[in-house]
């Protein structure tokens, strides 16, 4: 079992502060995330590599529309298994039970829940993810 943790570090130079995640097992790579708080998502084994894949809801610089990008361990780096979306909060706080169910596995196929910019209240949509 490892765990993930975020860490905000400041550059000293720049006065800039950004978030990092690392991991216990210290052969797993950190990853830099760049500015502003994250949420960490375990996703479990999502593409059945016998690895647990890890989501991360990070916070804009303002407003309130969150980034989720969801990312694979392979070859001792990190890339992404699906692409990086928006979440929209309505500056409300989300629900851990949300974010769990936001990437899922059904039928053997990989989905995510996005939405329809075209829709003013943000209809929910199905999409699914094609892993290579």
């Known amino acids: 079992m490892d765990t993930a943790?975020?860490?905000?570090?400041?550059?000293?130079?720049?006065?800039?502060?950004?978030?990092?995640?690392?991991?216990?097992?210290?052969?797993?790579?950190?990853?830099q995330l760049g500015c502003c708080?994250?949420?960490?998502?375990?996703?479990?084994d999502l593409n059945n590599d016998k690895a647990?894949?890890?989501s991360i809801l990070q916070a804009p610089e303002n407003g309130c529309t969150y980034m989720w990008t969801t990312y694979t361990y392979k070859a001792n780096h990190w890339t992404k298994l699906i692409p990086t979306f928006l979440v929209p909060t309505y500056c409300e706080p989300v629900a851990a039970s949300d974010l769990e169910r936001?990437?899922?596995v059904e039928k053997g196929k990989v989905y995510y829940w996005d939405f329809d910019p075209k829709d003013e209240k943000f209809k929910a949509i199905q999409k699914q993810v094609i892993i290579k």
């Open 37 to 44: 708080e994250v949420v960490l998502i375990n996703e479990g």
């Open 102 to 104: 936001k990437v899922f």
């Open 52 to 54: 647990t894949e890890i």
């Open 5 to 31: 943790f975020v860490r905000q570090t400041s550059n000293s130079k720049t006065k800039a502060n950004s978030w990092t995640l690392y991991f216990s097992d210290k052969t797993i790579a950190s990853m």
